[in-house]
C-alpha cells in the first residue's frame, strides 16, 4: 500500500516534470493549470474533506490572489515575486479570518455553503465595477516575474522556467498540507468533521479550530490565485464566479473526499476528459457528469476509494492462503 | 467532605416546556452520585445543564468553587469535567487507538502539557503509550487497529468510556452508562466504573435505568420526577421515601437485591 502509493507520486511527480521536454507548448500551458487547481483543490478539501466545513464560494480566496499577484506584476509595484505571493496568502488569510468570524459563529453546513456562494458572487460583481482591476475585461498581458532569491536571481519570463517554478511551489505546498492533515492537527479537524460535539467535550475550543482551517484554506487558495495570474497572464472576474468554485468540489469528489490526494487525483482526471473531448462542443459536460454520476452512485470514496478497496481485495486473496488476515481496513486518510 | 459541583436553583425550559423547576444539588467529592427517574423526568436535560451543552434561564453551576453557569462545554472539560453519552458517541471513521489519541493530545494541549507540535505525523511514543493504558483499562487492547464504526455496541460504550478518561477527568458524567447492553456487558461497565473510582478516587454522576448498576454503584441517589427532585439521600433512605413509593409504584426499585 504504502509502496504502491509513493510509487504513484514519485511517477506523477516525474510525469510532470518531463512534460516540458516531451509535448508541445499547449499541454504544458494545460499542466500547469492543472497544478494551480490541484492546490486550489487541496484547499478547498482541508475544509470539506478534513474540517467538515462546505464552501460553495471558494474561488473568491482564488481571486483575491490572483488580482493582488496580477495587479502588482502589471503595476511593476517592484515588489518580489515571492512578496507578492506571500501577500496574496495574507490577504487571503485575513479575508478568511473576517469572513469566518463572522460566518462560522453561528453557521455550518447548508447555510455557511450559500452564504459563502453568496460573498463570492459578490465580489464578482465588485471588481466587474473596478476600473482599477479592468472592470469585466480583466487584468491583461500580465509579465511574467523575475525570482529573487537574494543570492540568485532567476528569471521565470520564459513559459518552461515558470512551469518548473509551479511544479516545485506544487509541491512544497502539497508537502506542507499533508504535514498538516496527517499529524495532531488534521487528527483534530477529522474528529471535529466526524463529531464536533464530542470534539468540544475533549475540551477544544471547535469554533477556533474551525476558524483556523478557514483561514489556512483561504490562504493556500489565493495563493493559488497567485500563482494563476503569471502563467494566464490574464485574470477576469471569471476566476471568482461560482463555476469555479465548483471546480475543487468536482474534482474532490471524483477523486475522493476523504482521502488526501483524491482532490490532485480528481483534478488530473477532469483535465483529462476536458482534453479528449475538447473537439466535441457539449461532450466534456455530457462525459463529466456521467463520470460523476457513475462515482456517487458506485464509488462514494471516489477513485481513490475505488483503488483502496481493490487493493485490500487483492492482499487479502494473496493473504487467505497463509492464515488468517490481519488487515483490519486502511484508515481514512491516506 | 467537600462539594465538588452544585447546582443552585436552576430553571429550563424548552419553549413553554418546564423541564427543570428550581432544581439544586450537590455532589461532594469522591462520591458516586446517581440521579434516577421514569423517563420525561428531566434526568437528561439536567446532565446537559450540568455539562454545558445546553444553557439555562435561572439558577447557578458551581464547579470547584468556580461559577461556571456561562462557562462553555470545552471549558468545563478543561477544568476536569469529563462525560460520556446515552448513545456513544465516537469517532467512527478512525480506528479505536486513533479515537484515543485525538483525545490524549486534546488533553495535553488544553492543559498546557506536553503535547506534540502539528508537524509530528508520527505518533509519539508517550502519547502512544497513554494510549495503550487507556485501551487496556477498557478492555479494548485487541482491537485497536480496527475502524471505530465497526465496533459492536458494548465496545463503542466502551471506547467512548476511554475517551472520557483520556480526559482525566476529576468528575465523571455518565448518562446512561449501561443502555442497551447485554446484562454480561453491564457487570463488566459496573466493574470497570468501580475500579476506576477506586484506583482514582474520580467522583462520578451517573443515570441509569439499571437498578442493579446503581444499587451496586452510588453512594447517593437524586431521585426525578416531572423536572423537580423529590428525594435524596442514601439508598435505604430513597427506598423508605413515601413519595419515591408512588412515583416507582410495583417497579424494579423494590425488588431489585443488593
Not at chain 1, 468536482?250 to 482532490?263: D, E, K, N
Not at chain 2, 465523571?172 to 484506583?199: F, N
Not at chain 2, 431521585?223 to 421515601?241: D, F, L, Q, T
Request: hydrophobic letters at 50%.
Amino acid at each position: 500500500m504504502m509502496a504502491l502509493r509513493l510509487g504513484a507520486i514519485l511517477f506523477g511527480a516525474a510525469l510532470f516534470l518531463a512534460l516540458p521536454t516531451v509535448s508541445d507548448q499547449g499541454i504544458v500551458f494545460l499542466a500547469g493549470l492543472v497544478v494551480i487547481e490541484a492546490i486550489f483543490a487541496l484547499s478547498w478539501n482541508l475544509l470539506f474533506g478534513f474540517t467538515g466545513l462546505a464552501s460553495f464560494g471558494h474561488a473568491a480566496f482564488f481571486a483575491i490572489g490572483a488580482y493582488l499577484t496580477g495587479y502588482g506584476l502589471k503595476a511593476g509595484l517592484g515588489v518580489p515575486f515571492l512578496g507578492l505571493i506571500a501577500a496574496s496568502g495574507l490577504l487571503g488569510a485575513l479575508v478568511a479570518a473576517l469572513t469566518g468570524l463572522v460566518l462560522l459563529r453561528r453557521t455550518t453546513g447548508i447555510h455557511l455553503a450559500i452564504f459563502t456562494l453568496a460573498l463570492a458572487e459578490v465580489l464578482r460583481i465588485v471588481i466587474g465595477y473596478s476600473t482599477l482591476l479592468g472592470r469585466e475585461d480583466g487584468l491583461a498581458s500580465i509579465p511574467k516575474p523575475t525570482l529573487e532569491l537574494g543570492f540568485a536571481t532567476i528569471p521565470l519570463t520564459s513559459g518552461t522556467a515558470y512551469y518548473y517554478f509551479m511544479c516545485v511551489a506544487g509541491l512544497v505546498i502539497g508537502a506542507v498540507l499533508w504535514v498538516v492533515c496527517h499529524g495532531p492537527y488534521g487528527r483534530l479537524l477529522v474528529s471535529i468533521r466526524q463529531d464536533p460535539q464530542r470534539v468540544a467535550f475533549l475540551g477544544v475550543n471547535v469554533g477556533r479550530k474551525r476558524l483556523q482551517a478557514f483561514i489556512l484554506s483561504g490562504a493556500v487558495a489565493a495563493i493559488a490565485g497567485a500563482l494563476y495570474a503569471p502563467w494566464a497572464q490574464i485574470v477576469t472576474p471569471e476566476s471568482a464566479h461560482w463555476i469555479h468554485s465548483t471546480q475543487p468540489m468536482l474534482a474532490s469528489l471524483l477523486g475522493g473526499a476523504h482521502s488526501f490526494w483524491g482532490p490532485v487525483v480528481g483534478t488530473v482526471l477532469f483535465s483529462i476528459i476536458n482534453y479528449l473531448t475538447r473537439n466535441l462542443v457539449g461532450l466534456s459536460e455530457l462525459v463529466i457528469g456521467a463520470t460523476l454520476l457513475i462515482i456517487v452512485l458506485a464509488a462514494p470514496s471516489g477513485v481513490i476509494g475505488l483503488v483502496r478497496t481493490a487493493q485490500q481485495r487483492w492482499s487479502r486473496r494473496r493473504k487467505s492462503g497463509a492464515g488468517p488476515d490481519g488487515d483490519e481496513g486502511g484508515s481514512v486518510r491516506s | 467532605m467537600t462539594a465538588i459541583l452544585s447546582v443552585e436553583g436552576v430553571d429550563k425550559s424548552y419553549g413553554t416546556h418546564h423541564i427543570l423547576k428550581s432544581v439544586s444539588l450537590t455532589v461532594e467529592d469522591g462520591e458516586t452520585f446517581a440521579v434516577i427517574g421514569p423517563n420525561g423526568a428531566g434526568k437528561t436535560t439536567l446532565f446537559k445543564v450540568m455539562t454545558g451543552e445546553i444553557g439555562f434561564e435561572r439558577g447557578r453551576i458551581v464547579y470547584d468553587g468556580r461559577d461556571v453557569s456561562r462557562a462553555p462545554a470545552h471549558e468545563r472539560a478543561r477544568l476536569g469535567m469529563g462525560r460520556t453519552f446515552q448513545v456513544a458517541r465516537i469517532f467512527p471513521d478512525v480506528t479505536v487507538a486513533d479515537n484515543l489519541t485525538v483525545a490524549v493530545e486534546a488533553r495535553r494541549r488544553s492543559r498546557g502539557e506536553s503535547a506534540p507540535a502539528w508537524y509530528r505525523v508520527a505518533t509519539r511514543a508517550d502519547i502512544r503509550a497513554e494510549v495503550e493504558a487507556r485501551l487496556l483499562d477498557v478492555g479494548l487492547a485487541d482491537k485497536a487497529a480496527v475502524e471505530a464504526k465497526f465496533l459492536s455496541h458494548g465496545d463503542k460504550k466502551r471506547l467512548e468510556f476511554g475517551i472520557a478518561l483520556a480526559g482525566r477527568p476529576r468528575i465523571l458524567m455518565l448518562d446512561e452508562p449501561t443502555a442497551g447492553m447485554s446484562p454480561t456487558d453491564r457487570i463488566a461497565t459496573a466493574d470497570l466504573i468501580a475500579r476506576l473510582r477506586a484506583e482514582t478516587g474520580l467522583t462520578v454522576v451517573m443515570t441509569e435505568h439499571d437498578m442493579d448498576v446503581i444499587f451496586g454503584l452510588a453512594d447517593r441517589i437524586l431521585v426525578m420526577n416531572y423536572g423537580e427532585i423529590i428525594a435524596v439521600g442514601s439508598i435505604e433512605e430513597v427506598r423508605a421515601n413515601p413519595l419515591v413509593r408512588e412515583v416507582y409504584l410495583g417497579q424494579e426499585i423494590y425488588h431489585a437485591e443488593r
